[in-house]
């Protein structure tokens, strides 16, 4: 080809026909110039197809980390919802209005002396020991420190991707620390009950060893109590629900991540966005969506009770897998749940217009009772007027679907009193065990 192109040059030279030969000329800068660019975008293509596998490598490799990770947390999270009611139960179990209820409604023949049974005392040094297994979560950050290191994060520049993506490496990192300092307070509370050394501890994880009441001259209540009440305690007792939260938060934002990912999105789809709208932002105004769960109101909210007669016509108690609330016969009484805490306040509010559906899980003792849901705004008056949905009971657990229209005209938007239960002229005992709002 380079032989050809030489002798028509000069033929042309040697013809003196330069102007032929300048537009031969051109044409042959014109064509290298073509092959030039045609090398360059071939030299690019195969740059960016280099680019986009290796990208796609590092990638895979988060998907594979995420899913290693989400498995741990999940079972992590797992064991904290099995753990967490039954360290709230440790201090119910020592009231004696819990086994008054026990007695009264379902014929247990049992009263408070039972806080010192081998059975409770069992029971409660088994959750305590349980509570200071401490659990780590371990995530491998190895693809994602890749590929940070590498560069090619800036492929996903600009992208839902790239957000997702540093969203739930931070979540991450933040559970993680506050995991480690969850386990180092555990860690403290065991090392600092170790030192109290006080009177009774052995009998007190031993309890069905020995007689040890007998052994100890009749003092073991006594020291139970000063066990239960020592604030080398309070690490356990008082654990923290955020850490569930955020659990919830880490496995939709890394569902999500994998499914972009594997199929390739670096944008959000409608079913991302919708998988998304369900993290919480525990400093946004969107209201956490369960108000009581696994029988235990969750930190956002707490409960009241009100009756016609100085208030005295409603006993709620926590059972461990239920709530029971027992209502005296008087012609009205209330058990309620609020947000915030402390005591109710009509202003503290939340927009819950964005839900649909408030989903119950209820059941009576006996079967039969005959109650009323409501929902309170701020311009309600406190003379139960506003607009309460009728439901009977059955002895069986049933999960009750009420819509939120069904509560018109109670703004949504304006919510400080998220579930009532009102029993009117009538004695009997229901059992809760979730709210939530859907």
Not at 193 to 205: E, H, K, Q, R, V
Not at 233 to 256: D, H, M, Q, S, T
Not at 259 to 282: P, R, Y
Not at 324 to 339: D, G, K, M, R, T
Request: negative net charge; glycine residues 6%.
């Amino acid at each position: 080809m380079i032989k050809l192109f030489r002798k028509i040059r000069y033929e042309l030279l040697e013809k003196s026909k330069m102007g032929k030969y300048f537009k031969y000329a051109f044409g042959e800068i014109i064509l290298v110039v073509i092959g030039i660019l045609i090398a360059i975008q071939i030299n690019n293509a195969n740059q960016k197809r280099q680019d986009r596998e290796a990208l796609e490598g590092y990638l895979s490799s988060i998907v594979q980390n995420i899913e290693s990770d989400l498995k741990k947390a999940k079972k992590i999270n797992e064991t904290r919802l099995e753990l967490f009611p039954r360290i709230s139960l440790i201090k119910r179990r020592m009231s004696p209005e819990y086994y008054q209820i026990l007695s009264e409604v379902y014929g247990q023949n049992i009263n408070s002396s039972y806080r010192y049974s081998v059975e409770n005392l069992d029971f409660m040094s088994r959750t305590i020991n349980d509570a200071w297994n401490k659990i780590y979560l371990t995530p491998n950050l190895s693809g994602f420190e890749s590929l940070k290191s590498s560069g090619y994060l800036g492929q996903l520049q600009g992208t839902d991707l790239e957000k997702l993506l540093f969203d739930y490496y931070n979540l991450l990192d933040e559970l993680t620390i506050l995991e480690n300092n969850y386990n180092a307070s555990l860690q403290s509370s065991n090392d600092d009950f170790i030192s109290a050394d006080l009177p009774g501890t052995f009998a007190f994880f031993t309890p069905g060893t020995r007689d040890w009441n007998t052994e100890l001259e009749g003092k073991l209540p006594v020291m139970v109590d000063e066990i239960i009440e020592h604030p080398t305690l309070f690490p356990v007792i008082f654990w923290p629900y955020e850490i569930i939260e955020k659990y919830e938060n880490l496995l939709l934002r890394g569902n999500a991540l994998q499914e972009m990912i594997i199929s390739g999105e670096k944008e959000f789809t409608t079913e991302i966005i919708q998988q998304l709208d369900q993290v919480f932002d525990e400093y946004g105004e969107k209201p956490y969506p369960k108000v009581l769960r696994n029988a235990h109101s969750t930190r956002h909210y707490n409960y009241a009770a009100a009756s016609a007669y100085n208030n005295q016509g409603v006993n709620v108690q926590y059972l461990g897998t239920h709530t029971a609330i027992q209502f005296a016969e008087e012609p009205w009484a209330v058990s309620y749940w609020f947000l915030g805490n402390g005591v109710v306040d009509p202003n503290r509010v939340k927009d819950f217009s964005n839900f649909k559906t408030l989903r119950l899980k209820l059941r009576g003792v006996k079967g039969g009772e005959k109650i009323a849901v409501g929902l309170k705004d701020k311009s309600n008056p406190t003379d139960g007027s506003e607009t309460k949905v009728p439901l009977t009971l059955t002895n069986e657990w049933e999960t009750y679907e009420i819509p939120l229209s069904s509560f018109a005209p109670t703004r949504l938007e304006e919510l400080f009193i998220v579930t009532s239960i009102i029993v009117e002229n009538q004695a009997c005992t229901i059992e809760v065990e979730s709210i939530e709002f859907l």
